[in-house]
């Protein structure tokens, strides 16, 4: 790790982040632009060391989408329909409390659900369905919604964003998710997603949902049509939420896939891309603790790479994924806890099942350790010296 540092044209700032300075967006764009994949990885791979130490974490989980019907019509969506598309959908209470049912058998925490802006599914269909998942069992974590379906809901039920989601929270909502960040730069939103909710009203539903004492993740859509500098612009605007109210449990880098929509770019973003992305985001998010590689947009062999990226999170099991897959994603639908387990063992980490909020369920054994990396500095030569005494 030291060598791929040492000789690299970004030796300051990994002296920077060593001296636990923050990195500034100028730093953030020469690490998105070098080519130094190995020295960018290994600055990340420390910073996550020194965050989390060597566990890895996943979660018993699984997907839950309640309608694909949607009123916007997002340029990259391959997910969303209308009410004349064949194959739209809309599940009701009971098939929902059904599917959970399914799972719960499977050993799951948390149900992820999210679903299209619908257009004229009633606010109480959103209560209900909560209510009755609390029912079915107290402790599933119910980590539901992006910030834009809570706008969308709030602004179906004529209510403002503080009342729509103090009663979704009464009723058994957990956390929101991260999705419907996109890319923030409006020039590139429009692009993309013409006629979503813009940055400012993304992150003030998250502003709002931390300052009621909860929490949520967020994401960053990757690879299509914005600039390394548009990344570098979402980063920011995300860790100066951070700064500001303390309530993302992690970031969740989203790799763009290019099937099935309206954007001009065939191909999503390489492994090289992903790679980057996910080290610089570790990097630059130094008030962030958790780092995802999202298995279900890069695969679980890449994501299981990505841990020595600056990644300490493969995701869950998940079972049934439609977003990534209608968009073409070749990964499986779901993975198995043990799947996961090897793939985090393989990197010689410590896998550890979380909740919701990333707090350790189950600790697997550790690996057998391997000898320690030489320190880097005059200690290395110290060490060096030694050993050859
Ligand atoms: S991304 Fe979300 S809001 Fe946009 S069209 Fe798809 S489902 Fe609707």
Redesign the pocket.
């Known amino acids: 790790m030291w060598m791929a540092v040492q000789k690299s044209s970004l030796r300051d700032l990994y002296d920077k982040v060593v001296e636990g300075g923050r990195l500034d967006e100028s730093d953030a764009l020469r690490l998105f632009e070098s080519k130094d994949i190995n020295a960018l990885g290994s600055m990340a791979d420390f910073v996550r060391q020194r965050k989390v130490g060597q566990k890895a974490t996943y979660i018993i989980n699984r997907y839950i989408n309640y309608s694909?019907y949607?009123?916007?019509?997002?340029q990259?969506?391959a997910?969303?329909k209308k009410k004349r598309d064949s194959d739209g959908f809309q599940l009701s209470v009971e098939q929902i409390v059904s599917k959970a049912r399914e799972a719960l058998n499977l050993g799951i925490t948390e149900l992820h659900i999210v679903?299209?802006?619908h257009p004229n599914l009633p606010f109480s269909y959103y209560l209900d369905f909560l209510r009755a998942l609390k029912q079915l069992d107290a402790r599933l974590q119910l980590k539901c919604f992006?910030a834009?379906e809570i706008l969308h809901l709030a602004w179906m039920a004529k209510k403002t964003v503080v009342e729509t989601l103090t009663e979704l929270r009464a009723a058994g909502l957990n956390s929101l998710t991260g999705?419907?960040a996109e890319i923030f730069q409006a020039s590139v939103r429009s692009q993309i997603?013409k006629g979503?909710e813009s940055a400012a009203e993304y992150l003030d539903v998250h502003r709002t949902w931390h300052k009621m004492g909860e929490r949520s993740t967020c994401t960053m859509l990757f690879g299509h049509v914005e600039s390394l500098a548009d990344r570098v612009d979402h980063l920011r605007q995300l860790r100066g939420l951070q700064d500001e109210t303390r309530g993302f449990t992690g970031f969740i880098p989203l790799p763009y896939h290019a099937d099935n929509n309206n954007i001009p770019v065939k191909e999503g973003p390489t492994g090289f891309d992903i790679l980057r992305t996910v080290a610089v985001s570790r990097l630059y998010l130094d008030n962030f603790d958790h780092i995802t590689a999202y298995w279900v947009g890069m695969g679980l062999k890449l994501a299981q790479v990505a841990l020595s990226y600056g990644a300490d999170d493969l995701h869950g099991t998940i079972v049934e994924e439609h977003i990534f897959h209608m968009a073409g994603a070749k990964s499986p639908q779901g993975q198995t806890e043990m799947e996961m387990v090897k793939a985090i063992r393989e990197t010689r980490r410590t896998p550890v099942q979380r909740n919701t909020f990333y707090e350790a369920i189950r600790t697997w054994d550790s690996p057998e350790p391997e000898a320690p990396e030489p320190t880097p500095g005059p200690n290395a030569l110290l060490q060096g010296n030694l050993a050859t005494a």
């Open positions: 694909n949607c009123i916007l019509s997002c990259f969506c997910f969303s679903g299209g802006l992006t834009i999705g419907g997603a979503k």
